[in-house]
């Protein structure tokens, strides 16, 4: 169990700067993991499985993408409670994103804004970090998603070359593979949502795919992230290309571009996509309606908005099977994920 309560660390991480605070506590999970150090915020994993997308999940509730966008702190994810953890998004070349100040805070909306643009070290380096990971190899139980992009410098219409480097690279490491498609901080990345591009981005994946499974004697399921802010159609679009290119799961929802939510906080009008508590229902709303085009059975990770436990358990009962949280972690501490896991246990 914890030794640290998290209520300690928060003011002085909040007195800094939001992406020196994200460093800090990346570095400090980097060098805690996987020595005594970790005790400061390890918990023990609620035992609650479930069987989704062929895979076992140890627990409901997940590491959303974008903490760890290098894989390098896998461990220290794993350390506290997380039934699965998912890292990225990776890109193939190293990338710098965005321009600083890019991460904002809105503490009056238990929310944040960032804009950092999947800043990387690209590939290589991090399938090399996820091969350093000791959690799945010392057989504890968790599974591991690994979150692919595109370059910022590559242009929306040869993005499919990107994604499928990216396939290719993470596909032997990944319990499952996320494809991203709904970042609103890469430029043109969205567009990747609409009709005839997702078509053809996921023909191309799903093919590629086959290849992959046949060379390395097993098929690795993929799901696809995508963005709250879409309309009815939109959705009912996306449901049915995923059913159509066999496409094992959706991932709903990423950041908001809205801004309804937090019209005259401090930060509110600063470019990039919003996280935390204004996403909730929005992200609900969207996976209320994947439930209901996909049917009773097609896999759905829910996540946006998940400050507490009874927001974990209305995210599975709006229609999710597992959820995900991060803004809720920065806002409330390691403590959420074993007050999530267990409020879904016992719904």
Not at 181 to 196: G, H, Y
Not at 247 to 270: C, F, P, S, W, Y
Not at 320 to 326: E, G, R, T
Request: glycine share 10%; hydrophobic share 45%.
């Amino acid at each position: 169990m914890s030794l640290l309560p998290y209520a300690f660390a928060r003011p002085i991480l909040f007195g800094m700067d939001p992406e020196k605070a994200h460093e800090l506590t990346m570095d400090m999970l980097a060098r805690g993991q996987r020595t005594p150090l970790q005790w400061a915020w390890c918990s023990p994993t609620v035992s609650d499985p479930i069987e989704l997308a062929g895979l076992r999940f140890p627990n409901r509730v997940g590491m959303a993408a974008g903490l760890d966008k290098n894989a390098r702190v896998i461990d220290g994810l794993a350390a506290m409670g997380f039934g699965f953890v998912e890292v990225g998004t990776v890109t193939p070349k190293a990338q710098p994103g965005n321009p600083k100040p890019r991460m904002f805070r809105l503490p009056e909306a238990n929310a944040l804004i960032n804009r950092l643009g999947f800043n990387n070290e690209g590939l290589d380096a991090f399938i090399r970090n996820v091969k350093r990971s000791q959690t799945r190899a010392q057989g504890k139980p968790m599974l591991l998603g690994l979150n692919i992009g595109k370059n910022a410098a590559t242009p929306i219409e040869d993005a499919t070359g990107d994604y499928l480097a990216c396939l290719e690279g993470v596909y032997p490491h990944a319990d499952y593979v996320t494809v991203n498609i709904s970042s609103p901080n890469t430029k043109n990345l969205r567009e990747l949502q609409s009709d005839e591009a997702l078509d053809g981005l996921l023909s191309a994946i799903a093919g590629h795919r086959e290849k992959l499974a046949t060379a390395h004697g097993r098929r690795v399921p993929i799901f696809v992230k995508i963005a709250p802010d879409l309309d009815e159609a939109q959705v009912r679009l996306i449901a049915a290309t995923l059913q159509r290119h066999g496409m094992d799961g959706v991932i709903a929802t990423n950041t908001t571009i809205g801004r309804d939510a937090v019209k005259g906080l401090a930060h509110a009008q600063e470019t990039g996509g919003l996280s935390g508590a204004p996403v909730l229902e929005a992200s609900n709303r969207v996976i209320a309606q994947l439930r209901a085009d996909l049917g009773p059975a097609y896999p759905i990770i829910g996540v946006g908005g998940i400050m507490s436990a009874q927001d974990a358990v209305g995210k599975i009962r709006a229609g999710a099977d597992v959820v995900q949280i991060y803004t809720g972690l920065i806002y409330k501490g390691p403590e959420l994920v074993a007050q999530a896991a267990r409020a879904i246990k016992n719904m």
